[in-house]
C-alpha cells in the first residue's frame, strides 16, 4: 500500500492550493481518510476527514473551517484538500492518512511522506 501526497507549493498570503493524495493498494472509498498538518515543534492537527460508510466530510479544526473543503475523487482513487484563504499561520508539512475508520485519525494504518505548504505574509 502507497499513499503520495503532492500539490504543496509556497504560495502568498490569500491564496489557494489543492494537495492531493493518491492510493494505491487500497480504495479509499472502502476505509476514512483525512488530512493532517504538523509544523516543526508543534504535534500533529487533524483538519478534515471523510467516512467510508457515506462519504460525510467533517472539518474539525476551527482554524481552517470556512476555508479548507476535503473531497474524494473515487474514479482517481484520490483525497483532495481545497485550501482557499491561506495565511501565514497554515504554513505546515500537510500528511493525508487511510486504512482506517470513518474519523478515527488514531485508527489510520497508512500515512503519505508529506507535502510541504509555506505561506508567506
Known amino acids: 500500500v502507497q499513499v503520495v501526497e503532492s500539490g504543496g507549493d509556497l504560495v502568498q498570503t490569500g491564496g489557494s492550493l489543492r494537495p492531493a493524495c493518491v492510493a494505491s493498494?487500497?480504495?479509499?472509498?472502502?476505509?476514512?481518510a483525512g488530512w493532517v498538518r504538523q509544523v516543526p515543534g508543534k504535534g500533529r492537527e487533524g483538519l478534515a476527514c471523510?467516512?467510508?460508510?457515506?462519504?460525510?466530510?467533517?472539518t474539525s479544526a476551527d482554524a481552517v473551517k470556512g476555508r479548507f473543503t476535503i473531497s474524494r475523487d473515487d474514479v482517481k482513487n484520490t483525497l483532495l484538500l481545497q485550501m482557499n484563504s491561506l495565511k501565514p499561520e497554515d504554513t505546515a508539512v500537510y500528511y493525508c492518512?487511510?486504512?482506517?475508520?470513518?474519523?478515527?485519525?488514531?485508527?489510520?494504518?497508512?500515512w503519505g511522506q508529506g507535502t510541504r505548504v509555506t505561506v508567506s505574509s
Open positions: 493498494g487500497l480504495t479509499l472509498a472502502y476505509y476514512g
Open positions: 492518512a487511510s486504512g482506517g475508520y470513518d474519523c478515527d485519525v488514531s485508527s489510520y494504518e497508512y
Open positions: 471523510i467516512s467510508q460508510r457515506d462519504g460525510i466530510t467533517t
